[in-house]
């Protein structure tokens, strides 16, 4: 069964004005105080987490493992006149933007999840090393933790409309006996009561714990870490009760 990564154009049929409004306005919460002007997604995909932020006056930057998704992120930043630096890379090796320095180096779209535990810090290091002195270390992440903890299967999106079509979107996982999950997204689409079409796809993710990062933050020396969740705007606290969050840190000068 194909990745969902294979396909740009159904990867992107989620995605809004609306949506990319919303994507601002929990950026700007959650960056806060913090001085960001210039930033690399090291897995930006096709730019839908993160070419909103231009619009907040912060200079993006981007790399991603698959040229698809690349040239889809550069299309929509091209169309809007505001285009950006985008490599093809491994976050597992970042030596195409060695030179560099960011204020802020983050992986978006629950990326780190896709490699073996084990490259998690190496992940974290190569970003570290592309982070400026004073700057910011960032990923998002869903709660693995809570995820294994209630066994959870079924996840439902609410239906979005394109061209007058209805689309839904289901993804049920299937947790494997060596502890990885398989997620199977189905995508039906509508119209006039039936449906026309439907696209299947199955990701494999490894689940690894917070403790796994923090700990690597903390041996690179980073401080005023925090972990909020993702929207920031569901104000909880709580890491155990976060479906999916944020974890970012800030480099010694």
């Excluded at 231009?54 to 040229?67: A, M, V, Y």
């Excluded at 896709?114 to 998690?120: A, G, K, T």
């Excluded at 933790?145 to 239906?159: G, H, T």
């Excluded at 299947?200 to 041996?219: I, R, T």
Aim: charged share 30%; with cysteine.
């Amino acid at each position: 069964m194909s990745q969902l990564y294979d396909r740009a154009d159904i990867y992107d049929l989620i995605e809004s004005e609306q949506r990319s409004e919303a994507i601002r306005k929990d950026w700007a919460e959650f960056q806060g105080s913090r001085e960001i002007h210039t930033l690399l997604d090291v897995s930006i995909g096709s730019g839908g987490m993160t070419l909103p932020l231009q619009e907040l006056g912060i200079e993006i930057s981007g790399s991603d493992l698959s040229e698809a998704m690349l040239s889809r992120c550069k299309m929509k930043a091209d169309a809007k006149g505001q285009p950006v630096e985008l490599k093809c890379s491994d976050f597992r090796n970042l030596s195409c933007w060695e030179g560099k320095l960011f204020d802020c180096v983050v992986s978006t779209g629950n990326a780190l999840g896709y490699v073996e535990n084990s490259d998690v810090p190496l992940v974290l290091e190569k970003m570290d090393r592309l982070v400026k002195p004073g700057g910011y270390l960032c990923y998002d992440s869903r709660n693995w933790e809570k995820i294994r903890r209630d066994k959870q299967r079924f996840y439902l999106y609410n239906p979005f409309f394109r061209d007058g079509n209805r689309i839904n979107l289901v993804q049920v996982w299937d947790h494997n006996p060596d502890g990885s999950i398989t997620f199977n997204l189905l995508y039906t689409f509508e119209k006039d009561n039936r449906i026309f079409q439907k696209e299947e796809f199955q990701e494999h993710y490894h689940p690894f714990g917070l403790d796994l990062a923090l700990d690597k933050f903390k041996a690179m020396g980073y401080t005023e870490i925090g972990i909020s969740p993702f929207p920031v705007s569901l104000k909880t606290t709580d890491f155990n009760e976060m479906e999916w969050y944020r974890l970012i840190g800030r480099k010694p000068e």
